[in-house]
Structure formats: C-alpha cells, structure tokens
C-alpha cells in the first residue's frame, strides 16, 4: 500500500492564480480530509469527507473547493490564489478501530503565493 | 472558544525522560490524541487516550485526566531520532478534531 499519496511537493503561485492539490489513497479509508498548518498554530481543518459524494466545510473553508467523486481520490481546489493561502496544504485519511481513529497523512504541499 | 495549550519549546538531554503536557479546553470531548512531526514531514500517529489513566507504548506513553482537562506524553530513554515536535489533538462533541500548536522537542547529546 502506498497510503496517502499527495502531489505536487512544492508549488509557487501568483495572486488570482488557481491551482489543484491532488491527494489519492489506497487503503479504502472513508474519511478525507484537507488541512493547513502555519507556523505557531495548529493545524486548521479546510475541508473533509465521510465518503464518496459527501463533503464538508471545516474551520477555514474559505477560498478552497472539495469533491470526492471516488473512496480514493480528494482534490483541493485553491480558485484565485491569495498571499494568506502561503501554507503548508497536508492531506489525511482515516479509519475508526474501537474509536481510536488513526489519521494517516500525505508527506504535504508546501505553497507560496506571491 | 476552544483551545488546546502545550509548551512551544523544551529541550533535554539524550538517555533521559521528558514530559510535555497538553491543557485543553472543548466543548465536548471525545478522545486525545498524540502526534510526532519531524521536521519538515507529516505527522504521524502515537497514542489515544478516552479514558483516564495511562497508556503505554513501549518508550512512549500517554496519560489523561478528563476531571482536569490535562494530558501528557512521557518519553523514556530518550533518543536522537525522538527530536521532532508532538502535536495534541482533541476531538470535541462534534467529533471534530481541535489541535494544539505543537510542542518542539529538541535532544541534546
């Protein structure tokens, strides 16, 4: 199993540029789910999906679109870039075993809009 | 609000224990959790705790009281590859997850 695969690694913008995360996994996880993590902050939940068809707005939704078409694959959407969105972009999937969800992550996306 | 409070920074040396403590405040609570970061890579998952007590894994454990809203993770022996930052999480009445700002680890020799 490859887990949680997230592409590109590094990515530079321009303002008003839009852009796709893409983030694929193999382990039939449910739940996908898109964050961003700035420094001195926790990691900030943008959006998340509880199965194919199904998304949801999480903390900071704002300026990112989801869809889930398939289990594997959930794509971020970034439609008219902005300085604020310079971030680092981590992609999760879990499972539920005896409540004890597991997040598996994506090796991340680091993203500068200048 | 909610909020989860953990140390910035702590440092300590390499063969000794270090305790980093998690304070939180939720509405609701549904588990915490713990997570090692190394520099520059995804988290990754450590521990799990529901109840109140401690759990143990090998050199790392966990402890939680829910009475106090207050975690820790307790490493022992400590070791080089340990230098990372730990992450504590929430999930509240929503079962969504409340994640503190990480606690940067750093081993000295």
């Known amino acids: 199993n490859a887990g949680v695969t997230q592409t590109p690694k590094f990515q530079v913008l321009k303002t008003g540029q839009s852009m796709t995360l893409q983030c694929a996994q193999d382990?039939?996880?449910?739940?996908m789910s898109w964050y961003r993590q700035d420094p001195g902050m926790g990691l900030r939940l943008i959006h998340y999906?509880?199965?194919?068809?199904?998304?949801d707005q999480g903390e900071v939704p704002n300026g990112y679109n989801v869809s889930r078409s398939t289990t594997e694959d959930f794509p971020l959407r970034l439609l008219s870039a902005a300085p604020s969105q310079t971030s680092v972009y981590f992609c999760?999937?879990?499972?539920?075993?005896?409540?004890?969800?597991?997040?598996?992550f994506g090796s991340g996306t680091q993203l500068s809009v200048l | 609000g909610q909020n989860i409070d953990q140390p910035t920074e702590m440092t300590a040396t390499e063969g000794a224990i270090v305790q980093i403590n998690c304070t939180y405040q939720?509405?609701?609570?549904?588990?915490l959790f713990w997570y090692q970061q190394h520099a520059g890579e995804a988290p990754t998952f450590l521990s799990y705790?529901?109840l109140d007590g401690l759990e143990e894994k090998g050199r790392f454990s966990s402890f939680l009281s829910r009475s106090k809203g207050y975690s820790y993770l307790l490493l022992k022996e400590l070791q080089m590859k340990d230098s990372a930052s730990y992450l504590c999480?929430?999930?509240?009445?929503?079962?969504?997850?409340?994640w503190g700002a990480g606690t940067k680890l750093i081993i000295k020799p």
């Open positions: 939720t509405s609701g609570f549904n588990g």
């Open positions: 705790n529901v």
């Open positions: 382990m039939n996880h449910e739940y």
């Open positions: 999480a929430v999930r509240d009445s929503n079962y969504q997850l409340i």
């Open positions: 999906s509880v199965g194919a068809g199904i998304t």
């Open positions: 999760a999937s879990s499972y539920s075993e005896n409540g004890d969800e597991k997040l598996f």
